[in-house]
């Protein structure tokens, strides 16, 4: 359905007090003590409330069963986030990270049978030799204040640079693993199917190659790979409805994208994209070139996307089968009106932060992971905000006579 844009509630508020002299009987006139901030986006009212915060570089976030919070931290420390708030000692048992640039302690998902198997994967980049790196997924047993037996299960061709790692894991409803990686600022790599970088991979939960990924048998590609030609992923998720794969990835200047992910698709970066160079050198449109996947849609001016959901929660019906991800660079949250697969409107809600990571909790409440450059981070837990209109105020308010 069509939506107004999102607007901050506050000015809304300020608004209606000034023309009407109260907003009498409004939940929203007591701000909680925990809100940040408030937000009309079209005909919802959404609070954010702090959770937690004082976390390092917060990177990504997993439910644990009992409602705790797994939270990465870029630098390389992995924390339990408890529903107060609190915020453990770093678990011990976790792997070495290189954190330079945009490398660290990335992505963190539970096995589809952690309730029965402890089992926790982390995406991180590996140091290598002589200066290089490249991303590892790994996983091991959480235990208390720990994880055991950790083990690298997989692990990416190493080279120079501190960019575009990507990093988001997606487990599919048979159980394999879908890890989206960046081309880490190199171009070309990306339409070359002997490596990984600027791909999406499958694995087995064990890390070996299924059988029927689309490059299985063909001389001089990597097996894992699912689809190629792409740039810089920080956002993934499946619809649990349509069992579709979406990514959202940043595009140069101009031309972030939201794509669904195909089998053995080639989605054209470098060769095509909706941006353009940093150094203003023009490339052609993806439409130029029908060989390649082209995207479901883009931006210009950016988000930067990093963390996504499809949503199919409780607490926001109207949100059901809908996008969310965050926005680095904009500052607050995407969220994308899909109807039978296609986009029917966009909207950008601001928080005028920078969003890392985008959950959906138990309660269907969505959560959010503050990833500022200059402090800590926090994290944020959209809830529904009741706002009663004049209409049932009893005649107490209205035009002055």
Same mark, same amino acid.
């Given at each position: 359905?069509?939506?107004?844009?999102?607007?901050?509630?506050?000015?809304?508020?300020?608004?209606?007090?000034?023309?009407?002299?109260?907003?009498?009987?409004?939940? @929203?006139? @007591?701000?909680?003590?925990?809100?940040?901030?408030?937000?009309?986006?079209?005909?919802?009212?959404?609070?954010?409330?702090?959770?937690?915060?004082?976390?390092?570089?917060?990177?990504?976030?997993?439910?644990?069963?009992? /409602? =705790?919070?797994?939270?990465?931290?870029?630098?390389?420390?992995?924390?339990?986030?408890?529903?107060?708030?609190?915020?453990?000692?770093?678990?011990?048992?976790?792997?070495?990270? #290189?954190?330079?640039?945009?490398?660290?302690?990335?992505?963190?998902?539970?096995?589809?049978?952690?309730?029965?198997?402890?089992?926790?994967?982390?995406?991180?980049?590996?140091?290598?030799?002589?200066?290089?790196?490249?991303?590892?997924?790994?996983?091991?047993?959480?235990?208390?204040?720990?994880?055991?037996?950790?083990e690298v299960i997989w692990r990416q061709k190493k080279v120079e640079g501190p960019n575009h790692f990507g990093n988001r894991i997606a487990f599919a409803?048979?159980?394999?693993?879908?890890?989206?990686?960046?081309?880490?600022?190199?171009?070309?790599?990306?339409?070359?199917?002997?490596?990984?970088?600027?791909?999406?991979?499958?694995?087995?939960?064990?890390?070996?190659?299924?059988?029927?990924?689309?490059?299985?048998?063909?001389?001089?590609?990597?097996?894992?790979? #699912?689809?190629?030609?792409?740039?810089?992923?920080?956002? @993934?998720?499946?619809?649990?409805?349509?069992g579709s794969l979406w990514v959202a990835e940043m595009g140069p200047l101009g031309g972030d994208e939201l794509n669904r992910i195909e089998r053995g698709?080639?989605?054209?970066?470098?060769?095509?994209?909706?941006?353009?160079?940093?150094?203003?050198?023009? !490339?052609?449109?993806?439409?130029?070139?029908?060989?390649?996947?082209?995207? !479901?849609?883009? #931006?210009?001016?950016?988000?930067?996307?990093?963390?996504?959901?499809?949503?199919?929660?409780?607490?926001?019906?109207?949100? =059901? /089968?809908? !996008?969310?991800?965050?926005?680095?660079?904009?500052?607050?949250?995407?969220?994308?009106?899909?109807?039978?697969?296609?986009?029917?409107?966009?909207?950008?809600?601001?928080?005028?932060? =920078?969003?890392?990571?985008?959950?959906?909790?138990?309660?269907?409440?969505?959560?959010?992971?503050?990833?500022?450059?200059?402090?800590?981070?926090? !994290?944020?837990?959209?809830? =529904?905000?009741?706002?009663?209109?004049?209409?049932?105020?009893?005649?107490?308010?209205?035009?002055?006579?």
């Open positions: 359905m069509k939506t107004q844009n999102a607007t901050a509630l506050a000015p809304v508020l300020a608004l209606a007090v000034g023309a009407l002299g109260t907003l009498a009987h409004s939940d @929203a006139s @007591a701000q909680p003590a925990d809100q940040v901030e408030s937000v009309a986006v079209g005909d919802v009212y959404v609070s954010a409330r702090e959770v937690a915060a004082k976390l390092e570089e917060p990177w990504a976030l997993a439910f644990l069963p009992d /409602g =705790r919070m797994l939270v990465t931290e870029h630098g390389g420390n992995l924390v339990i986030v408890s529903a107060d708030g609190s915020v453990s000692a770093p678990l011990s048992g976790t792997p070495e990270v #290189w954190s330079e640039g945009q490398g660290g302690l990335m992505d963190v998902a539970l096995h589809p049978d952690f309730a029965a198997n402890s089992m926790v994967y982390l995406s991180f980049a590996e140091a290598g030799t002589n200066g290089t790196a490249g991303t590892a997924l790994g996983r091991g047993r959480l235990s208390g204040d720990r994880i055991e037996g950790f409803d048979d159980g394999t693993l879908f890890l989206a990686l960046g081309e880490r600022f190199k171009f070309t790599p990306a339409q070359d199917p002997s490596n990984t970088l600027g791909t999406v991979i499958r694995l087995n939960a064990d890390g070996s190659i299924p059988d029927d990924n689309p490059l299985v048998g063909r001389s001089g590609a990597d097996p894992a790979i #699912w689809s190629w030609g792409h740039r810089n992923i920080e956002a @993934a998720a499946f619809d649990s409805e349509s698709a080639n989605y054209g970066w470098p060769v095509v994209s909706w941006g353009i160079n940093y150094d203003g050198v023009e !490339i052609p449109d993806p439409d130029e070139f029908p060989e390649y996947e082209d995207a !479901i849609h883009h #931006w210009s001016p950016v988000r930067s996307p990093s963390g996504m959901i499809v949503y199919d929660g409780a607490m926001f019906p109207e949100w =059901r /089968g809908d !996008i969310f991800f965050g926005a680095l660079s904009a500052g607050g949250l995407e969220r994308v009106d899909l109807e039978a697969g296609e986009v029917e409107d966009t909207q950008f809600i601001p928080f005028n932060t =920078r969003i890392r990571e985008v959950a959906q909790g138990p309660d269907g409440a969505i959560y959010l992971l503050t990833n500022t450059k200059d402090g800590p981070g926090a !994290i944020w837990k959209l809830v =529904r905000q009741q706002v009663r209109p004049a209409s049932q105020d009893e005649g107490r308010t209205g035009p002055g006579g």
